[in-house]
């Protein structure tokens, strides 16, 4: 049974070189319920809107398990928040998720929408030496979501899978297709890692996806004119992006 370890809210806005010029990155868990709205939990920050908020990024969920191979990578704890996510979330293959799968959370009824694609904020919140790489060639990515329906939800809460869209395409599968990377183990959110580690600790895939980038954005554009899916507007422009290519090709 997948669970809701921790519900984590933005603690401290600090000072960030970035374009933005802060980040609300520093995200630390809280206690009780907590509201859910259409932009995400009630009295979080999203200070950069365009790039990791909006309504198609409300909310960001990442696996406990992920979350352990992490801490066995880097030798320290890797606690609910630290890596931004507001849902650090237990017994679920968050990777494995399909764009546009559903899952209720307390009264709170929220849809996969895409990877989150790291930056040089989330390098500086980690401090690690080429933490950008190692996080995207791992393809651990976790996964953000959409609010469907107001609700309220809080630690302790199961996760309930409750829509599965047939297009098939995952957020492991989608992120590794644009970097040329391997998933972590099928079931990433429960298995091992995405390959051996080289010298500085860097996960190196072993294999290409079995799909092509085209490939999965074709399959996501059909599903999404079926109205099987409706995709965010950053993966719409992705999948057109790539289909394009492969008519050009």
Request: overall charge negative; charged content about 25%.
């Amino acid at each position: 049974m997948a669970e809701l370890l921790a519900v984590c809210r933005v603690y401290v806005l600090h000072p960030d070189p970035g374009t933005v010029g802060v980040t609300a990155i520093d995200k630390r868990p809280v206690e009780g319920r907590v509201k859910v709205r259409p932009y995400g939990l009630y009295a979080d920050v999203q200070a950069d809107r365009a790039n990791h908020g909006g309504l198609d990024q409300a909310v960001y969920a990442y696996a406990q398990e992920d979350a352990d191979h992490w801490s066995a990578e880097l030798g320290r704890e890797v606690t609910p928040g630290l890596f931004g996510e507001n849902l650090r979330i237990s017994g679920l293959d968050v990777n494995g998720a399909v764009i546009g799968e559903r899952w209720q959370i307390g009264s709170t009824l929220l849809e996969v929408t895409q990877p989150r694609t790291p930056c040089q904020t989330f390098g500086r919140r980690l401090g690690e030496q080429r933490w950008v790489r190692r996080f995207t060639q791992a393809n651990r990515t976790g996964a953000y979501l959409r609010v469907i329906e107001n609700g309220d939800l809080g630690a302790g809460d199961t996760v309930d899978v409750v829509h599965h869209p047939l297009h098939g395409v995952t957020v492991a599968d989608w992120f590794g297709a644009q970097y040329g990377l391997a998933r972590a183990a099928a079931g990433s959110g429960s298995a091992g890692s995405a390959g051996s580690a080289d010298s500085t600790g860097t996960d190196d895939a072993e294999a290409p996806a079995s799909e092509s980038l085209e490939e999965l954005a074709q399959r996501l554009l059909n599903a999404h004119a079926a109205g099987e899916v409706r995709l965010s507007v950053d993966m719409h422009r992705r999948s057109e992006q790539a289909a394009s290519r492969a008519v050009v090709d």
